[in-house]
């Protein structure tokens, strides 16, 4: 079995030190490390050329265009396994190893970690979707391995079968939502994906929270630019036409008016990112790359 790990990376140099460090001292180290290098300017690309790693180097153009470029990557290297994750991401000493006890399972086209934040508690953002009702934040069950239709690309193991059969992520998105597209259209195909808790890793984030449109900084305003129109073209690809439009005309009035009653700061400006990405939504069409 030959396993790749894939690390994106863009001027967090520290992080992905220590993200790297993590990775070789798995239990089970991968045969490979490939990190794709976002354009950093922080000496990112001076200190990698010190490691024994292979290097994808390439413009900013957002994560989404990394992991696409690094499972890309892996898959024509021979990957039977891929083992995916942004630079903040920081494996416990057996992450790896758990993952790889349950690739045996029939079935399987992916398995996914426990993400936790610094307080050791779940990572907001990087909770499964699971295939019944389950609130992971008490729930004991949190605890099982559980089946799961999409997840998160921290600490996220894929298998080249999968990628034979669905293709590669969607490069286009840039940021947020790639994850999701990509693994539940693995799920939709007829593969599995598996939750595996005993794979425990930090995401090493600022704070301890998911995207709302409610109540997030202004300074992340950016990142809905791509998230929104992302989430809308998901919809039209996996749900038609007709829900398209419901959730368009939502966007336009549903959503701005919630905006109104309940952000307290910068609600025009998020009023008008709502309107303009269900704009670009309609004629967004990005096609999915297969080996």
């Not at 010190?50 to 994808?56: E, R």
């Not at 990957?79 to 029939?106: F, G, H, R, V, Y």
């Not at 300074?219 to 039209?236: D, M, Q, S, T």
Request: net charge positive; glycine share 6%; aromatic share 12%.
């Amino acid at each position: 079995m030959k396993l790749s790990a894939i690390v994106v990376t863009y001027n967090r140099l520290a992080l992905l030190k220590e993200c790297i460090a993590a990775i070789n001292s798995q239990t089970r180290q991968p045969d490979q490390i490939i990190v794709v290098n976002n354009g950093s300017t922080d000496g990112t690309a001076g200190w990698l050329a010190t490691q024994d790693i292979i290097v994808i180097t390439q413009p900013n153009r957002g994560g989404s265009w990394g992991f696409y470029a690094g499972i890309k990557k892996a898959y024509e290297n021979k990957a039977d396994w891929m083992w995916i994750m942004d630079d903040d991401t920081i494996p416990s000493s057996t992450a790896l190893e758990q993952l790889l006890a349950k690739t045996n399972m029939q079935g399987i086209g992916y398995l996914c970690s426990k993400v936790v934040w610094q307080d050791g508690k779940l990572h907001a953002m990087n909770i499964p979707a699971f295939c019944k009702p389950l609130d992971v934040t008490t729930s004991k069950e949190s605890n099982q391995e559980l089946w799961v239709r999409h997840a998160s690309f921290v600490s996220l193991l894929v298998s080249a079968e999968a990628c034979k059969k669905v293709g590669f992520p969607i490069k286009e998105f840039f940021i947020w939502n790639d994850d999701w597209e990509y693994t539940e259209r693995i799920t939709g195909s007829g593969l599995k994906g598996l939750y595996v808790p005993g794979s425990v890793v930090l995401h090493k984030t600022p704070e301890n929270h998911s995207s709302d449109i409610y109540t997030d900084d202004v300074k992340n305003i950016w990142k809905y630019n791509y998230g929104l129109r992302n989430e809308l073209f998901i919809c039209k690809n996996r749900k038609g036409l007709f829900k398209f439009w419901m959730l368009f005309f939502k966007k336009l009035f549903v959503i701005p008016v919630r905006i109104l009653s309940r952000r307290k700061k910068n609600k025009w400006a998020f009023i008008k990112t709502v309107w303009a990405t269900s704009f670009k939504s309609v004629f967004f069409n990005p096609e999915i790359e297969k080996p």
